[in-house]
């Protein structure tokens, strides 16, 4: 089991609202990466932070947005939700680039 | 674009048996490959990795190999288990090591 935690495990919300998903990485990890990963499809990358700034996005819109906090715990807001926002919501901690990244067991987003 | 797919959605092996599940990678310039084991209601769980200056590394009971010049990812499992059946992923990371893109997937199957 690793050391990365992400709240809320489950979350519905109705489409056009905000949510706000919340990672804690594995100690001493400074590089946390976003991923959205649809039913039966693999994980899609959304953005990586490095020691506090998005240092790599994937293809999604602006309304995906981030925060890394100096204790290297992560947020992820989505804004303007919609029905295709439905997925699962993970994020995994590294320390820095190449090397074994630590995945969280995710939070599931339904979108009605 | 940018793509990581998987030759095999679905494979079934008896217990004992090795595994081979491949994966063709479509951007010559990735230079950090990793398999991922994600079994369900969990996050992606790191494997194996390898750096593009290398062609095989081997970890316990699995071996990675890499070929560049067809772009051409495998895993290989000795002594499949039951524990080994879940989902598995590869996936590449660009020069840079900011973004990581997954393939589909493979679901393994082990029979006892």
């Known amino acids: 089991e690793t050391g990365v935690t992400q709240s809320p495990t489950h979350l519905i919300k109705t489409r056009g609202q905000q949510v706000t998903l919340r990672c804690s990485s594995q100690s001493g990890h400074n590089t946390v990466s976003w991923y959205q990963q649809a039913l039966g499809q693999g994980p899609q990358f959304i953005f990586q932070y490095y020691r506090e700034e998005e240092n790599g996005r994937g293809n999604f819109p602006p309304r995906f947005s981030g925060l890394q906090f100096p204790n290297y715990s992560s947020e992820l807001n989505v804004n303007a939700l919609e029905l295709d926002d439905s997925a699962l919501y993970l994020c995994?901690?590294?320390?820095?680039?190449?090397?074994?990244?630590?995945f969280g067991q995710g939070t599931r987003l339904t979108v009605v | 674009g940018e793509s990581v797919g998987l030759h095999l959605p679905t494979l079934s092996v008896q217990e004992g048996d090795n595994s081979i599940i491949n994966c063709a990678y479509s951007n010559s310039a990735s230079d950090y490959f990793i398999w991922y084991k994600q079994e369900s209601g969990k996050g992606p769980q790191f494997i194996i990795d390898?750096?593009?200056?290398?062609d095989k590394r081997q970890g316990q009971r699995v071996t990675v190999l890499l070929n560049k010049t067809v772009k051409h990812l495998s895993l290989q499992i000795a002594a499949t288990q039951p524990g080994d059946s879940a989902v598995y992923f590869c996936?590449?990371?660009?020069?840079?090591?900011?973004?990581?893109?997954f393939g589909a997937g493979t679901r393994l199957f082990v029979k006892a």
């Open positions: 390898i750096r593009s200056n290398m």
């Open positions: 995994a901690s590294s320390l820095g680039s190449y090397t074994e990244a630590f």
């Open positions: 996936a590449e990371t660009n020069t840079g090591g900011f973004k990581t893109i």
